[in-house]
């Protein structure tokens, strides 16, 4: 096992230019693999698959095998949260996640110990990789999870939960902090369990005003960073407020204490490259660029490295793998970032 400093992923995170950049895509353990698509057929559901610590370290080692990233996101789910607050999460194939809509926090109770499965992955991944590949936990963010939780499932843009905050503050703030609360405890147990580092997705960041930002999505990250730190001081933890303006992805790098911010595929790389350090970037290719190859893909992935290059960057996707995506492209994406001169 690769101490911390020889990880070139964590090295980033740290504030270190690292030349080729380390590379890592969301969802890169997923419905484009066949390898995950047997798998898949096997387990029956998505949710089984999360909670059983040997597939989900099968999952997560899958695409390390096939192509080499420097970085292995942990397979699960960011409704695990509310899975252990009390909610009952189902996944329907074609449909994806619904529970019950939450109104108050009101019979809610964080039960870490249901949460067990996904350490566990975390233990068997941390004594199965070895080299200069980084383990990475991940949890969502407050709002993302309310937004989910307030609606009974996803898709509804954030209505249910824009209408309780606006309605309630009090109500949907206690809300949020619960989930403050119980996603620093996840993120904290993850790092105990072997990640190197971990990321906040804030998935339905974008469409919020800037005081709305600033109250549902800033607020609650620079708590969880907090309270992180206060128990493991040395968290590498990367934020991904997906969709945010410009404005707010700045404000996140000031203000949260993060130690990298990710960029979906809209915000502008020479622009990030100015303005958001001291953070790290990650990001932040566009999936269908992946997808279409090419080209193409070459003249994207060499503008966005063009754009890092002296900055500490970890190159990744602007959101995740389309599960469409070709097993050629992916390999193509990896050789030609591994191979910058």
């Not at 698509?37 to 095998?65: H, N």
Request: aromatic share 8%.
């Amino acid at each position: 096992m690769k101490t911390m400093d020889e990880k070139p992923l964590l090295a980033v995170l740290s504030g270190k230019a690292v030349w080729p950049p380390p590379i890592w895509l969301m969802r890169q353990a997923g419905r484009y693999l066949p390898e995950y698509r047997a798998l898949r057929a096997k387990a029956g559901s998505f949710w089984t698959m999360c909670m059983d610590p040997v597939m989900a370290t099968e999952i997560t080692l899958q695409p390390i095998r096939r192509f080499g990233f420097d970085g292995a996101i942990v397979f699960s789910d960011i409704l695990t949260v509310p899975y252990a607050l009390g909610c009952d999460v189902t996944f329907t194939e074609g449909e994806g996640p619904s529970m019950a809509p939450v109104n108050s926090t009101s019979g809610l109770a964080f039960d870490l110990k249901k949460l067990a499965p996904t350490y566990e992955t975390l233990h068997r991944v941390r004594t199965q990789l070895s080299g200069e590949i980084a383990l990475i936990g991940f949890a969502g963010a407050p709002w993302t999870l309310a937004t989910y939780m307030a609606a009974g499932r996803g898709g509804d843009e954030q209505r249910a939960a824009k209408l309780w905050g606006n309605r309630d503050a009090g109500g949907f703030g206690q809300l949020l902090d619960l989930l403050g609360d119980c996603v620093a405890r996840h993120l904290t147990a993850q790092l105990d369990a072997g990640a190197d580092a971990v990321q906040i997705f804030d998935s339905w960041a974008g469409g919020l005003s800037a005081p709305e930002f600033t109250r549902w999505v800033i607020e609650p990250t620079k708590r969880i960073v907090e309270s992180v730190r206060a128990a493991k001081p040395d968290a590498k933890i990367i934020g991904f407020p997906r969709a945010a303006t410009l404005a707010g992805y700045a404000q996140c790098a000031r203000e949260t204490g993060v130690n990298a911010i990710s960029l979906d595929s809209s915000a502008p790389m020479d622009w990030a490259a100015r303005e958001l350090p001291p953070a790290a970037i990650q990001g932040n290719l566009d999936p269908v660029a992946l997808l279409g190859g090419g080209d193409a893909l070459r003249q994207a992935t060499d503008s966005i490295l063009k754009s890092m290059r002296g900055k500490p960057f970890i190159f990744n996707l602007g959101h995740g793998v389309l599960p469409e995506t070709p097993l050629e492209h992916v390999a193509q994406l990896v050789a030609h970032v591994k191979g910058a001169a």
